[in-house]
């Protein structure tokens, strides 16, 4: 009796049948199953995003301005199976950018909206951390990048920097200044120390205020504000320049000039309220002191003319040497006021050569 059967061929042909409709439907199956865990992951990370919000809210009503809402900083009170977030608000709640993330997918960049987030914006891979890490070893491009995205939670007062000047070398700029009280908006105060301000904490070049001896114009008319806003803004580098914004600069008089100037400048020098406490007699002859407000650099160093040494300023070969201020002394038609090598308030005259150390506006 014959038996009928599969020969060795035909078991093989079915085989290897069998093994093409694997492998053309595996990836398929894959990706089916990989869609179905990005669209669980994007649904996690829709929840967490419209938590931000709500925690923001709660916090402002309590009183706490937050501008980061991390699992480590004003954590969520959610279960989110692992993930890492990191949410970067402005201060008025606005979320201005967005890491969300576990070992397998990540969500990373500027989504100002939860419908901005799509499953095409899922990468895959354990989130990388892009954004502002230090002052002192961040690019000058993620720090202007940093200051005009409001993310500069890393950057804080008195941070330094090294940075180069081509002809005038390499020198050191610190953040002076974060805060933005409610007067800096008034339009008879000076921006001056309102922002994100960084000031140079060595003296650049020498100079004098004019080449005659007169306060006569101040602070507008001078001779070193064109300098400053000319060759020493054209040294600085290009990523550095970029962000660098106009400021409304509120000036003192003299005793031949009868108002307060008011300029707008890219880099200016510093007045005597801006550095010194407001309240201090010894700088009474300024006449636009209280049209400004001490920056928070000194502030914090609680900085008066009886406690000067946070005013100390050197030169390239790192000896104290005086420094200008834009302000003229009120009570005389050719004196501006300096800081003396010891951090004392002084005047002296216009055409004397002290040295030149700005500060500017990040914004």
Known sequence: MN???????????????????????????LNMFNQAKKDVFLTEAKTIYKE???KYISENMKGNKITNISNDNNKLDIESNDLE????????GNIKKVLIGND??????KFSSIGELTVDKVTEGKCEYIGPKSFEKDSLKTIVDAVIEEDTDLYNVGDTKEIDLGTYGKHIIRVA??????ECNNENFSQT?????IEFVDIITGSGMNDSNTNVGGWSTSKIRNFVNTQIYNSLPRNLKRGIINTRVISGHGKDDNDNFVTTDKLYLLSTAEIWWQDDDTIKNDTARDVTRQLDYYKFKNTTVTN???VIKSNGENNPSPWRIRTPNSNFNNYFYFVHTNGNCSYTGADNIFGVSPAFRIG
Do not use: H, M, Q, W
């Not at 397998?104 to 960049?109: A, F």
């Not at 200044?177 to 409610?182: E, G």
């Open 104 to 109: 397998s997918y990540c969500l990373n960049g």
């Open 177 to 182: 200044n974060k805060s933005t009280p409610s």
């Open 193 to 197: 120390a309102c922002g994100f301000v």
């Open 3 to 29: 038996k009928n059967g599969f020969t060795l061929v035909e078991l093989l042909a079915v085989i290897a049948i069998l093994a093409l409709l694997v492998i053309i439907a595996l990836p398929n199956v």
């Open 52 to 54: 931000v919000s709500k």
């Open 85 to 92: 977030y990191n949410f970067k608000l402005d201060s008025r």
């Open 308 to 310: 000067i040494s946070p």
